[in-house]
């Protein structure tokens, strides 16, 4: 008779990941038990709350797992360096992302439909809307997902590992059909992500049956040893193992939003409300690419022994992926029409520049990789927050329902977000201090030297040069080259291509820019001119506005291109932290 | 030792932040909105210091080691990708910092009307034009590819700023685009070419924290191919900074658009990062390429001289004329760093002092003119029979004009002379013909000063300018240091030129060291 043995549990350890969960569920909590009207206040402090505390557990923890990694409740948990700052990331790109979330901005509402469950276009929707609902489950619902991330980024057990991928995938699919405004393409994009979701789940649970079928054992190292250790239930069908390796890379691989697993991407980029696209690009890509950094290198060392000849063809199938997806992700994003798919097709372009230096299956690879999450994930969150802030605005005269449609801003009814690249036009000169941020962010996505992403690409692609894919590198600078040319081109529109409804008064507010002077006195012909079509067409027509921001979006951007900056041109601290975080190999 | 060449790059910044600074006590002391601002005078101290400090850097350095860069500091920047700030200058760089320390504070006296009394806009002028000091001597003093890149590239944004929101004609902002599209993309061919250059420094057995530093570089043999490969990534960013045909078409427009003082700091400093870059990165990096390149390379020099030249001759604006003639300067100068002679390599390092003088010179001298005029017009045929009533003027005009023509007697003969000799002599092929093909150039600068001289100042005067003010004193302090520059030189050359002779000498030994390939040269010979 077998007596039971209570495990051994490093509660420490687990920090991190229990606070941010179980923030989650005292959130589900306030849901129930706070008052209507403090019930917004509450969920955002909590959540914000949760994250810095996990933050603050990583580093607390930090010497400790540098100095010696640990395996928690079985390795269900293993908390390597690697695993830790991947958590630390995590949490820091979720608390800027919740920052944004929360911002109502000056026109008092935020992203999110009162009752998502309406359905669109029912009077049900409109009463909510009167009554004045607010949606705040988003709040536990994010921290669910961050927990589900952090904790994806942190296992070596496959089986935990499909948990924690549904813990992060579940909440995300809710949130991606709160849209308050086009709210049918939000619920398209929350179906099709579920769908695809699902269909990429399943390949990764298939995966991990033949591993295990292989194996006998769904732990990543024990895999690796057993192989070394010809313990073997089925030797001689290394088939299974390299199929399961293949699918667990799939379901991961669609995750990251890599060709061809991106069909997803930009319909799902588009459909879900803004501030949830910033955190999704941002957090969801960085627990994915963990994960598939862990599972491919440690079932490297295993498949290694089995066959060296695999090793070689699994390289091969992630180079072919890198390779595609910054094609597909450069390319057609050269095309885009819109800000909000053009930065999701740069989203695809930047897995691949990651996959780039995961091919080239080296230590260094690491380092680089976690730098270059932070790098992207800090430029995505603060990008996707300026989207928020530049709206249409529907011009008083022609204005029908000004009362219950939320707070009248000035002269017209402030509306969603203005999306289309062209009416960015002239933002230089409405909001010089934010288009000044978004010019940081896009900057450093397309890896201009003093910025965080000039260092973060330059780790990746000297990973893969070191792994001895200089071509590889060769064709990851000139895809960057590519997405340079469209970066730039939304850059040229905002800062120097005049807005078809500019006006004169529009530009008294910012009476402090460099030009507006000028254009008010000097420059002679072109501003009259200017004026007068827009009033002729000023009545009957959409023009663009930039919502303030109510505080917390702001520091969000603040902080985004601030540490943007930072990292791009004193990045040597924190290049030692990643240094350290991939001591410990694999 | 001191760091010199860090203090001179830290001064300036210095003070375009007390320059910004300087709002928080006008709000407080002076009246709301007056024009009785501290930002000029601030401006103009901070550049005077800056002068004092270039003579104790000027008397810290040792001339007998003049092909040595001195005065310099390496220290380590970002480590895990091999940058350091590392700065330091042989004899060419000193000049060159020289240069732009001392235009600085001619061009803030010479802007002094030109903004108006709006104190914030004149605020945000003198700071950029400080911004500006400080990335030109530290551009000039780099000596880490990954710091040449990112200072290459920082230059943009006051050069934009001061094109396009300080210029005084209509077509500013377009210019400042257009500036900025050229720069922009030239820096990205070249950045490629600095990273491919790391790693093959680092496969090469380079210390990989140390891989940018062009100490390091030099050594390591890159192999044919890549080395054309960065030699070309490199020479087009110069090119279009140099400006040299047909990648020059941005220049003109930014003359004619941007202010003279702006047009001083672009065209006689900023650019000569391109000359200056192919001199002292271009030939040392990339020696075989180099030569591989020279006869392509001087025959579109030469083509820069003669149709600058020529383009000049047809101009009916002013500042675009003298933009104009600084692409037909900037081809002798690339003639005489690529052909590869110790004399004509000095010539050119001396010519790019020269130029960025007498072009300095005429600019701002123009500028004088053009403010005088009751619509600031720039149109030559605006102007006629100022002799008289602007005697001083039209006197220095002459000066500058006759300095760009290369008179003897004036510092630019020297070089000019120099150039042309040392390239007659030179090593790449066809170098003596395409020589005597540029000195048709130095007929047709004559045809363009003495023309443009002849219309603007002789003859009766036209109707509403009988009564121009001359010369001011702020005006005469401006011209004066540069014309006698001018002359100093000109009579005692040996000056300068004991700064740039050992430099020269040891850029043309490094070139000259190693070999073409015989096949290269042959299919060099089909190419051309």
């Known amino acids: 008779m077998t007596t039971f043995v209570p495990p051994e549990i490093d509660w420490l350890a687990l920090a991190p990941l229990i606070v941010v969960l179980g923030a989650g569920v005292v959130g589900i909590l306030v849901e129930a038990f706070v008052p209507a009207r403090a019930r917004r206040t509450t969920q955002i402090v909590l959540a914000l709350a949760a994250l810095a505390g996990g933050l603050a557990f990583v580093a607390v923890l930090w010497p400790q797992i540098v100095a010696q990694p640990v395996q928690v409740v079985g390795g269900s948990v293993t908390l390597t360096p690697f695993a830790l700052a991947a958590q630390g990331i995590v949490a820091v790109l979720a608390f800027l992302g919740v920052l944004v979330v929360a911002d109502r901005t000056s026109t008092g509402q935020d992203a999110f439909a009162p009752t998502a469950s309406a359905v669109p276009g029912t009077s049900y929707e409109d009463l909510a809307r009167r009554a004045g609902l607010v949606q705040t489950e988003i709040y536990p619902l994010l921290l669910f997902a961050t927990g589900g991330m952090m904790l994806f980024a942190s296992t070596d057990d496959l089986v935990v590992m499909f948990i924690a991928l549904e813990v992060l995938s579940l909440p995300l699919y809710v949130l991606c059909a709160t849209a308050r405004r086009r709210r049918l393409l939000s619920q398209e994009a929350a179906a099709k992500y579920f769908l695809l979701g699902a269909f990429a789940s399943a390949l990764f649970i298939f995966g991990v049956a033949l591993i295990y079928g292989f194996a006998g054992t769904v732990r990543l190292l024990q895999i690796a040893q057993q192989v070394q250790g010809g313990m073997l239930p089925l030797e001689g069908m290394s088939v299974l193992l390299v199929a399961g390796v293949l699918l667990v890379t799939v379901g991961l691989l669609f995750k990251v939003g890599a060709v061809p697993f991106h069909a997803w991407t930009p319909d799902v980029y588009t459909g879900a409300p803004t501030p949830i696209t910033g955190f999704m690009a941002a957090c969801t890509k960085a627990a994915a690419v963990v994960a598939l950094v862990q599972v491919l290198y440690r079932t490297s060392i295993g498949v290694q022994a089995v066959d060296p000849q695999i090793l070689r063809q699994l390289q091969v199938v992630i180079v072919v992926v890198a390779i595609a997806t910054m094609v597909v992700g450069a390319v057609v994003g050269s095309v885009q029409s819109d800000v909000k798919r053009l930065l999701a097709y740069s989203s695809i372009a930047h897995a691949g520049f990651l996959l780039v230096g995961i091919a080239g299956f080296n230590a260094q690879v690491q380092a680089s990789t976690l730098f270059y999450l932070l790098a992207y994930g800090l430029s995505t969150v603060g990008a996707f927050a300026v989207v928020t802030l530049v709206r249409e605005r529907r011009v008083a005269s022609g204005s029908r329902s000004g009362e219950d449609n939320g707070p009248v801003a000035d002269d017209g009814v402030v509306l969603g977000e203005a999306t289309e690249i062209a009416q960015w036009a002239g933002l230089g000169r409405k909001a010089p201090w934010l288009t000044a941020a978004f010019g940081i962010f896009l900057l450093s996505m397309a890896g201009i030297p003093l910025t965080a992403g000039f260092v973060a690409k330059f780790g990746a692609f000297s990973g893969a040069v070191t792994g001895g894919l200089w071509w590889l590198a060769v064709l990851g600078v000139l895809a960057s080259i590519v997405t340079v040319a469209f970066y730039l081109r939304l850059l040229v529109v905002m800062v120097f291509r005049r807005a078809d409804d500019e006006t004169v008064p529009e530009q008294v507010p910012d009476a402090e820019d460099l030009d507006a002077s000028e254009t008010a006195g000097a420059s002679g012909g072109t501003a009259p001119a200017a004026l007068a079509t827009a009033q002729v067409t000023a009545a009957q027509r959409v023009v663009v506005t930039v919502a303030r921001s109510r505080g917390p979006a702001a520091v969000a951007v603040a902080v985004c291109a601030v540490a943007t900056v930072i990292l791009g041109v004193f990045p040597s601290p924190v290049l030692d932290l990643v240094e350290q975080a991939s001591k410990f190999v694999p | ?528």
Request: proline share 5%; with cysteine.
């Open chain 2, 1 to 528: 030792m001191f760091p010199w060449l860090t203090v001179l790059i830290a001064w300036p910044l210095v003070g375009a932040a007390v320059v910004g600074l300087s709002a928080l006590v006008r709000r407080r002391t002076g009246p709301a909105g007056g024009g009785t601002g501290l930002a000029r005078p601030l401006a103009l101290v901070f550049s005077l210091v800056e002068v004092g400090l270039l003579v104790g850097a000027f008397l810290a350095f040792d001339t007998g080691a003049a092909d040595e860069h001195q005065l310099g500091t390496t220290a380590s920047w970002i480590p895990q990708i091999g940058t350091s700030y590392a700065v330091a200058v042989d004899g060419v760089g000193l000049l060159l910092v020289a240069l732009s320390v001392v235009l600085v504070p001619l061009v803030l006296l010479a802007a002094w009307r030109e903004q108006g009394h709006d104190e914030v806009r004149l605020r945000r002028f003198v700071a950029l034009v400080l911004l500006l000091e400080a990335f030109m001597v530290a551009v000039f003093s780099a000596r880490d590819v990954f710091l040449f890149y990112v200072l290459f590239e920082a230059m943009l944004i006051p050069a934009y700023f001061l094109i396009g929101g300080f210029g005084q004609g209509p077509g500013r902002r377009r210019a400042a685009v257009k500036f900025l599209m050229f720069s922009l993309g030239g820096g990205l061919i070249m950045l490629a070419a600095v990273i491919a250059l790391y790693f093959l420094a680092v496969s090469n057995g380079v210390d990989p924290s140390r891989a940018f530093l062009v100490d390091e570089l030099v050594a390591v043999d890159l192999g044919t191919t890549a080395e054309r490969l960065m030699f070309v990534g490199f020479f087009i960013a110069f090119a279009i900074k140099a400006p040299m045909v047909p990648v020059h078409s941005w220049l003109p427009d930014v003359a004619g658009n941007a202010t003279p003082g702006t047009s001083t700091l672009l065209i006689c400093v900023l650019d000569k990062v391109g000359t200056f870059g192919m001199l002292t990165l271009c030939l040392p990096l990339f020696p075989e390429a180099s030569r591989w390149a020279a006869p392509f390379v001087i025959a579109l020099a030469v083509i820069s001289v003669l149709y600058g030249a020529v383009m000049a001759i047809m101009q009916t604006d002013l500042l675009r004329l003298v933009g104009w003639t600084s692409v037909s300067h900037f081809g002798f100068i690339i003639l005489g760093i690529f052909t590869f002679t110790p004399l004509g390599t000095a010539g050119s390092s001396f010519m790019m002092l020269n130029h960025g003088l007498a072009t300095g010179a005429l600019f701002l001298v123009a500028g004088f003119l053009v403010s005088r005029h009751p619509e600031r017009s720039q149109k030559i045929a605006a102007y006629s029979g100022l002799r008289s009533t602007t005697p001083v003027l039209a006197g220095t005009f002459l000066v500058a004009g006759l300095a760009t023509l290369s008179l003897p007697g004036l510092a630019t003969f020297a070089s000019e002379i120099m150039v042309l000799i040392g390239a007659f002599g030179g090593e790449p092929a066809g170098s003596a013909a395409w020589t005597l093909a540029a000195v048709p150039g130095v007929v047709l600068a004559a045809v363009y000063v003495l023309l443009t001289y002849q219309k603007i100042f002789t003859g009766a005067p036209a109707a509403g300018l009988e009564t121009l003010p001359d010369l001011r004193v702020r005006e005469r302090v401006v011209a004066a240091p540069l014309v006698a520059g001018l002359l100093v030189l000109g009579f005692v050359p040996s000056l300068a030129l004991t700064y740039v002779n050992a430099p020269a000498e040891q850029s043309v030994a490094a070139v000259t060291a190693v070999d073409v390939p015989a096949d290269a040269a042959a299919q060099m010979g089909s190419d051309k």
